[in-house]
């Protein structure tokens, strides 16, 4: 799964709209959405702002851990 994937499913287990996130962002939805379908790299600074919102690991949106939160394996 990349990251294109898992952002999409927490704005959606979060119950926001692309266009909610993109205002949150500071970025038009048109942008948003080319983030979610992977047409466009998420900025460093976008990435870390939605870790910071969604509360999990840059590592869990870039697919790189399973586990959303460090040390929820333990």
């Known amino acids: 799964m990349n990251e294109y994937r898992r952002i999409r499913d927490l704005r959606e287990d979060h119950d ?8 949150f ?7 948003y959405s080319a983030y979610e379908l992977g047409k466009r790299d998420v900025p ?4 870390i702002r939605l870790a910071l919102f969604y509360h999990v ?4 949106i870039l697919g ?3 586990e ?3 040390g929820a394996n333990g």
Do not use: E, N
């Not at 962002?25 to 942008?31: G, P």
């Not at 460093?44 to 990435?47: E, Q």
């Open 64 to 66: 790189l851990s399973d």
């Open 57 to 60: 690991t840059t590592d869990y």
């Open 44 to 47: 460093t600074d976008v990435l």
């Open 25 to 31: 962002l500071h970025c038009s939805q048109q942008a």
């Open 16 to 23: 926001l709209t692309q266009k909610q996130l993109a205002q």
């Open 68 to 70: 959303p939160r460090p």
